[in-house]
């Protein structure tokens, strides 16, 4: 497994990491059994890069890493996870330092850590990016030993480059994918200039960009894909990249004619974001062992050639743009 640098925070990581919100919550049932085979066939392969929040599964998630982290102390993984979306309200006023220690403590015992690799702010409300308070405070906790560094989890191009211009923000985690492409005009190259790394989420497009739904697909009742399509839970834009459902299956079937032969639509997908300059590490889901080998395994893809990056280039142009391009 090919690693990069995670920006700021000095520490190389595999460029194929996992996503570990599926094994929280609100993709339907997962079982801790699985949960668990999830995480070390991912290790297995080659993943040192896992991504959790405090609030995946009220927790779940981080516990099961955390279990993970405790069965293999050699293997050099690095736990990322996030804070402040347990703020109720979430409203700017919330992430005060009380309450950003209070969520740095329940995350490290989750996770069964002292310090925290990484942490960063779940998309927060826009003015808690330009508020100097929050990063004192959160520079204050590095210097407290709590975690080693932070970064920022955002909805949008203009918080990420508000985020990126900051002088300790390590990374910046947003979604990057075939269908959702903005990103790459003006963020990947701030965090470049910057040192900033980039850790890409929703790069399958929750599922669209696997090429295996039609317009018949259903999902379980405690799915996002099915209680949040209008945004009614979160940013819309968490599901299915914001992308209506109907015009994301036809212009997946067209990616999908573009799948190179012995490969997945879904590793092409997780290949085009490993392509992109700038990506530190990109970090699809998974709910079993099997997803999890698969999605490791886009990280051997040869990069695509010209001709299919034009040709999903264009595929977005004529069907995906007008949706997403000016929304976020």
């Not at 070390?40 to 040192?48: E, F, L, N, P, S």
């Not at 997946?252 to 879904?266: K, N």
């Not at 999890?292 to 995906?320: F, G, K, M």
């Amino acid at each position: 497994m090919e690693h990069r640098r995670l920006g700021r925070t000095g520490r190389d990581v595999s460029v194929v990491g996992l996503g570990c919100w599926q094994l929280g919550a609100d993709w339907g049932e997962v079982s801790e059994q699985d949960a668990l085979a999830t995480l070390h066939a991912a290790a297995d392969a080659g993943v040192t890069f896992f991504d959790t929040a405090d609030v995946y599964g009220d927790g779940r998630s981080e516990r099961l890493v955390g279990q993970l982290l405790r069965a293999r102390p050699d293997d050099g993984l690095f736990a990322a996870t996030k804070m402040g979306r347990r703020a109720d309200p979430h409203v700017a006023a919330a992430f005060t330092g009380e309450n950003l220690r209070a969520w740095n403590d329940r995350s490290r015992r989750n996770l069964g850590v002292d310090v925290l690799d990484l942490v960063q702010l779940h998309c927060p409300p826009t003015s808690v990016l330009s508020d100097d308070r929050v990063y004192d405070e959160l520079d204050a906790m590095v210097d407290e030993g709590r975690l080693r560094a932070y970064g920022v989890s955002v909805e949008t191009v203009d918080e990420a480059l508000t985020a990126i211009a900051r002088p300790h923000v390590a990374s910046i985690q947003i979604i990057l994918n075939v269908f959702r492409r903005k990103p790459l005009e003006r963020v990947l190259p701030a965090a470049v200039e910057a040192g900033v790394g980039i850790v890409v989420r929703v790069p399958l497009a929750s599922g669209l960009l696997s090429g295996k739904y039609d317009e018949t697909t259903t999902f379980a009742a405690d799915d996002h894909r099915t209680y949040n399509r209008s945004g009614e839970a979160f940013d819309v834009g968490e599901t299915f990249a914001g992308v209506p459902f109907e015009v994301g299956v036809e212009a997946a079937r067209e990616v999908a004619a573009l799948t190179p032969s012995g490969a997945t639509t879904a590793q092409l997908a997780l290949r085009w974001v490993l392509d992109r300059p700038g990506v530190s590490v990109v970090i699809p889901g998974a709910r079993t062992a099997d997803q999890a080998r698969a999605n490791a395994a886009s990280a051997e893809l040869a990069p695509l050639d010209t001709t299919t990056d034009e040709r999903l280039e264009e595929i977005y142009d004529r069907l995906v743009r007008a949706h997403v391009h000016d929304r976020w």
